[in-house]
């Protein structure tokens, strides 16, 4: 029999596919439930409303993100110029329509088009991975690694601001070329910036 944890990570994972490929608005309560195999009880003994249950997605795939997906290479002890670029490598090439297949992110950037509240929960989760590629700059210079004339605040956010533009490619044609053509021109331009 699965236990309690077992349900609430089949809602959240059934959220994160049904938001992918329905989007937010076009999935409902009953859908989340079929796709998930819990009942309603089940699903309001963890959740008080699909908004919360929306936030626990965002949490869970931002998560991933971060501690298993391209971000976790920022934690390694390489060079600090080494470590941005094995981020881009790691980076996606092309963000799908859902979650399956997918960049991480895509469903939290998604939802955060259609509603305020996802708006700013992703702004608020994303804040401390701007934090700390600016810190790795910052020290990254301080330590005589990155040229002086860098501004790490700038840096870190053309990083992520070039990270988060991946997620609207499949919007724009020939999105595989912008996105090789961007993280080609990042990775160069790191690289210039190597002491």
Not at 64 to 73: D, I, K, R, Y
Not at 92 to 98: I, S
Not at 118 to 130: G, I, S
Not at 159 to 171: E, K, N, S
Request: proline share 4%.
């Amino acid at each position: 029999m699965p236990s309690h944890k077992d349900s609430r990570q089949r809602l959240v994972q059934a959220a994160l596919e049904l938001f992918g490929c329905r989007g937010y608005h076009e999935t409902g309560i009953a859908d989340i439930l079929r796709e998930s195999g819990c009942t309603r009880g089940v699903l309001y003994y963890y959740f008080s409303s699909k908004e919360e249950l929306g936030y626990a997605a965002m949490d869970e795939e931002l998560r991933a993100l971060f501690e298993q997906g391209a971000a976790s290479h920022l934690q390694s002890d390489e060079h600090p110029i080494d470590r941005l670029s094995r981020t881009l490598d790691a980076m996606p090439t092309v963000a799908g329509p859902g979650v399956t297949g997918s960049s991480v992110a895509n469903v939290s950037l998604r939802m955060a088009t259609v509603h305020d509240g996802f708006r700013n929960r992703l702004a608020e989760r994303v804040a401390p991975a701007d934090e700390q590629v600016e810190e790795i700059v910052r020290r990254g210079v301080a330590d005589g690694k990155i040229a002086d004339s860098v501004n790490p605040r700038v840096l870190a956010h053309v990083f992520i601001t070039m990270g988060a533009g991946i997620h609207v490619a499949p919007l724009l044609h020939r999105r595989e070329v912008i996105w090789e053509d961007a993280r080609g021109w990042l990775k160069e331009y790191l690289n210039s910036l190597r002491k």
